[in-house]
């Protein structure tokens, strides 16, 4: 599973290969969450573009437009409620790491998880745009894979990321280009703990990457 991110925008550059048009006035966010709206990279025309979206949309009364924050890369393409977000609008997810929460007896202790060699990526994603009489929403899902055996033991799954030799296949590619992707090598993940201030989305500083060892206390 993949609940919170990072993108801080020291990669925008990498980005301007695949996308000509000017790039959006990113701040740096250290604690992307769901339900906010971050930007994505999709296709439009064949062409990349810039678009600002909202991370998934919650189950409600009104369930007509849920559409969850994840995605199993296993079952993208045979959901029913993913199959033609799979099949025509795909997109990336510019970021730089995540975090995940490991369970220890009851008590949940957070890691942020990052490449080892600092590799620039994007994860894969699909969207859609829900219309409604007053008004409209577009939104996004993380696809997620299962978890290298290194993060294993903080969460079984992980956020599937492409690195930027398969960002123009996983926007525009057929369906063989896309499952060969949907199998496509992990970078190597480095996990390190952090400090629970990540639990809440009001802390969103530098200071959230820093190593912290111990036990917490959960912020609620």
Request: charged residues 20%; glycine residues 4%; positive net charge.
């Amino acid at each position: 599973m993949c609940g919170r991110y990072t993108w801080k925008k020291n990669s925008l550059g990498q980005f301007k290969k695949l996308v000509k048009e000017p790039a959006p006035n990113v701040e740096p966010n250290f604690n992307r969450a769901p339900g906010q709206t971050h930007p994505v990279i999709i296709s439009h025309n064949g062409y990349a573009k810039w678009e600002e979206m909202i991370w998934g949309s919650p189950k409600t009364n009104k369930s007509a437009d849920f559409f969850p924050i994840n995605a199993r890369s296993e079952t993208v393409a045979d959901k029913l409620i993913f199959q033609e977000s799979f099949s025509e609008t795909r997109c990336l997810i510019p970021a730089d790491g995540w975090f995940e929460w490991q369970v220890i007896e009851g008590t949940k202790y957070p890691y942020f998880i990052s490449s080892e060699q600092n590799e620039v990526f994007a994860f894969a994603g699909i969207w859609k745009k829900f219309l409604g009489p007053d008004s409209s929403k577009t939104v996004f899902s993380v696809l997620t894979l299962s978890a290298p055996s290194n993060t294993l033991h903080i969460h079984h799954r992980a956020p599937m990321a492409l690195t930027e030799a398969h960002w123009r296949n996983w926007l525009n590619g057929d369906h063989e280009q896309l499952s060969s992707l949907l199998q496509s090598d992990q970078p190597k993940w480095n996990a390190m703990q952090v400090s629970s201030r990540v639990n809440s989305t009001r802390n969103n500083d530098p200071k959230l990457l820093d190593p912290f060892s111990g036990k917490q206390s959960l912020l609620f």
